[in-house]
């Protein structure tokens, strides 16, 4: 696993530097769905410090049994506002927030235990009716109203683009994202996994969401 981070760190560098960026101003979000805690643990061994999860019963099991470590979670899953409590309360960024019900949701939840909740906005920009987010209409409204929030900060804009086996496809997906997100006047760019996180970061992306290039190929049957 070490060499796998290694290997990825190297092609993270080499793609911020083709576009004229320092290393450092994109972040390694390490996707651990499936995957038991000790492969957090040697990953975070292996001088990880931030990892995502998309299902809440999983990651509750898992950030408390890695309650020792200190560690950064992520939601990066789709979120359903019957789960929103559980997911204010277990992490400290959540990548998916789609609407304006979830957004005053995740708000009002986090009033309720003192906490100022780190969201970014999902973009859909893609037609496929299995892409979660929200339009660029939705979008603006999220920002207007997260003014007037208290208990909820939006940092950026996270996407899913359609996949394909050339990343070069994928690019003008990352373009657009950032186009919105610098319309919107926000600095966070959640986009880049596995098969395209260079192109992503040649666009933009301040976090790339890396699983399998870490941990394998997984069964999520």
Do not use: C
Not at 2 to 25: F, L, N, Q, T, W
């Amino acid at each position: 696993m070490v060499e796998s981070i290694s290997d990825i760190y190297k092609r993270m560098s080499h793609a911020s530097m083709r576009a004229g960026r320092e290393p450092d101003s994109v972040r390694l979000i390490a996707i651990s769905k499936t995957v038991g805690p000790d492969a957090v643990r040697e990953a975070y061994g292996a001088g990880l410090r931030e990892f995502g999860e998309n299902r809440l019963q999983e990651a509750a099991t898992k950030i408390a049994v890695l309650g020792d470590l200190n560690i950064t979670w992520h939601m990066v899953g789709h979120l359903q506002s019957n789960k929103a409590r559980a997911a204010v309360e277990l992490f400290d960024l959540i990548h998916s927030v789609d609407s304006l019900k979830l957004l005053r949701l995740i708000d009002r939840l986090a009033a309720d235990t003192g906490k100022v909740q780190r969201v970014l906005l999902q973009a859909k920009l893609a037609e496929e009716d299995s892409k979660a987010g929200a339009d660029d209409k939705v979008l603006v409204e999220m920002m207007e109203e997260s003014a007037s929030l208290g208990n909820i900060k939006v940092e950026g804009l996270m996407t899913v683009p359609p996949f394909y086996d050339e990343p070069e496809r994928v690019r003008p997906y990352f373009r657009r994202l950032k186009e919105l997100a610098g319309n919107l006047g926000l600095m966070e760019l959640s986009m880049g996994m596995t098969g395209d996180f260079e192109v992503a970061i040649e666009e933009g992306s301040t976090m790339v969401r890396i699983g399998t290039a870490i941990f394998g190929e997984r069964d999520y049957a």
